[in-house]
């Protein structure tokens, strides 16, 4: 919950976004694994497409991820259908 609190604060209070744009990387359990042992700051959206919060939610933080003091975070997008794997693992 603090870290979501701190991602939102850093979003009202940050200033232009970086031109390029973030983008999102779909889940792949050996690639993420690999990711979070890497230390690399990471954000995991669980997306479905058949529901409207998940694509405001998903525009919403990858408007985040353009933010200058998150540069170098990897969205990584979970499909809540289809990886039932990290559903389970991280309890989501």
């Given at each position: 919950?603090?870290?979501?609190?701190?991602?939102?604060?850093?979003?009202?209070?940050?200033?232009?976004?970086?031109?390029d744009?973030?983008?999102?990387?779909?889940?792949?359990?050996?690639?993420?694994?690999?990711?979070?042992?890497?230390?690399?700051?990471?954000?995991?959206?669980?997306?479905?497409?058949?529901?409207?919060?998940?694509?405001?939610?998903?525009?919403?933080?990858?408007?985040?991820?353009?933010?200058?003091?998150?540069?170098?975070?990897?969205?990584?997008?979970?499909?809540?259908?289809?990886?039932?794997?990290?559903?389970?693992?991280?309890k989501?």
């Open positions: 919950m603090r870290l979501l609190a701190l991602l939102f604060a850093a979003f009202f209070m940050l200033g232009a976004p970086r031109a744009a973030a983008e999102w990387v779909r889940y792949e359990k050996t690639a993420f694994q690999e990711l979070v042992k890497s230390g690399k700051p990471v954000l995991v959206h669980t997306h479905a497409s058949w529901c409207p919060v998940c694509k405001r939610q998903e525009a919403l933080l990858g408007e985040l991820g353009n933010e200058k003091l998150l540069d170098g975070i990897t969205l990584v997008r979970v499909d809540f259908d289809k990886d039932t794997d990290f559903l389970s693992a991280y989501a």
